[in-house]
């Protein structure tokens, strides 16, 4: 999301009388002067003073359609000088403080909440383990049989890239290989395939010669391995059995070691994600259509500076209340648990920071994520303080000339940022209204 000074912004705000910053707080030009039609009404000033209208100044923080009941609670209570019993306050010499109109870009915008961290954790387990695979979700281990002594394991938080190990059994060496082509068979000479070219590849990164990379595993092949074999402490056999390496799409870091040296390899030896840092949310479903793979959002961190991330994944809609909608018995009963399970549903969202330098030294930590709605270019906008509420419903602005003031009628547009969009007879860029200190 870019501009931000003009205008990333929040969703429409809703107002409550008792909101911090939302309260009317009452201002000696009396809106009671109105005539219900927007028009001012001839008031007899008090002695010694300009005439002046009661009128209710509001800080409009949340949602507009709120702010037409409170300010009619406001007359109610005597606030507007409505009714027949009318009193008259003493004006000041003008509004407390001033801002003008101005044209500018306003983006509406809905915020949630978000976590940073490294995203989903796979498992990598142990050759024959029930499940165990070599990419994707999860991983198999080394030691073709499954069995053997953890002899070195990697701490949680370490990175492991190309060729270096993810763990040692029986001190040899389990080492990394880029791919998406997990081993899942032995591969010798004669065998083709694209977990021959995936394997070549990886050999040719870590410097080996004296092969072709393609799909075929010829005897050149087979003499890379070996050495390669014998710089793991393996011994040199030229073939590469399931589970004497592991693959993965890239580096990877370790989110936690499940075994420890001594333990017997079985199970879940560790589990890992990836090496940037991610942003994840779960985008109530309502909302989905704000997350477009590549649009920009505004994360928010802890310390209250604001980084640039870009959606890279939006996953399937999920709902927490899904089973138990899906069990309810038929009648209302069923069809209460599907309206809950629709109610509290998400989607899976995935982001990541332009520039990750500027999230610091974040590993993990909760972030709020703001996704851009609708953009209004070039519009006229105040702050929403400036904004006052009729009695008879709509709202007003006090428009400052020279030593004068008076209330004009406003439209509304869209909210974003602190400010509003407003149109009306006599509202024009530079146009000077009253606002609270």
Do not use: H
Request: proline share 5%; net charge neutral.
């Amino acid at each position: 999301m870019t501009g931000r000074e003009e205008g990333t912004v929040e969703t429409a705000p809703e107002i409550a009388a008792d909101a911090p910053g939302g309260e009317l707080e009452p201002r000696a030009a009396a809106l009671a002067s109105f005539d219900g039609n927007g028009g001012a009404v001839d008031q007899p000033p008090p002695e010694g003073s300009r005439p002046r209208r009661r009128g209710m100044r509001i800080a409009l923080i949340v949602a507009c359609a709120v702010v037409v009941a409170v300010a009619a609670a406001g007359a109610a209570s005597g606030v507007f000088g409505g009714g027949d019993d009318k009193t008259e306050a003493t004006a000041p010499s003008g509004p407390p403080a001033t801002a003008k109109v101005k044209r500018t870009t306003l983006t509406s915008s809905q915020t949630v909440d978000g976590q940073l961290g490294y995203g989903d954790t796979a498992a990598v387990q142990a050759p024959g383990s029930s499940g165990s695979a070599q990419s994707g979700g999860s991983a198999q281990g080394g030691g073709g049989s499954g069995s053997g002594i953890v002899t070195w394991m990697p701490s949680d938080g370490d990175t492991i890239t190309r060729g270096k190990p993810v763990y040692k059994v029986n001190q040899q060496s389990v080492p990394l290989l880029y791919g998406s082509v997990p081993l899942y068979r032995t591969l010798k000479p004669g065998t083709t395939g694209s977990d021959v070219k995936m394997l070549e590849k990886n050999l040719r990164a870590l410097g080996y010669r004296g092969f072709t990379v393609d799909d075929t595993y010829d005897y050149g092949t087979a003499a890379a391995v070996e050495k390669w074999q014998d710089k793991l402490g393996r011994s040199g056999t030229g073939e590469v059995r399931v589970g004497d390496a592991l693959v993965g799409s890239g580096a990877r870091r370790v989110a936690k070691a499940e075994l420890a040296v001594g333990d017997t390899l079985a199970g879940d030896v560790l589990t890992w994600t990836g090496t940037d840092r991610v942003i994840s949310v779960d985008l109530p479903v309502q909302y989905a259509d704000l997350a477009k793979k590549g649009g920009a959002t505004t994360v928010t961190l802890p310390d209250n500076t604001t980084v640039t991330a870009l959606v890279t994944d939006v996953g399937t809609p999920t709902s927490s209340n899904a089973s138990s909608g899906s069990s309810s018995a038929g009648g209302s009963g069923g069809s209460s648990g599907s309206g809950s399970g629709s109610a509290n549903a998400t989607v899976p969202v995935e982001l990541k920071v332009k520039d990750a330098a500027k999230i610091g030294a974040y590993q993990a930590a909760s972030v709020s994520v703001e996704f851009a709605s609708e953009t209004r270019a070039n519009v006229l906008a105040v702050p929403i303080s400036a904004l006052f509420a009729l009695p008879g419903g709509g709202y007003a602005v006090e428009v400052v000339t020279g030593a004068k003031t008076e209330y004009r009628d406003v439209k509304l547009g869209t909210f974003g940022n602190g400010m509003v969009e407003i149109s009306g007879t006599g509202i024009t860029a530079g146009t000077v209204v009253g606002v609270p200190k």
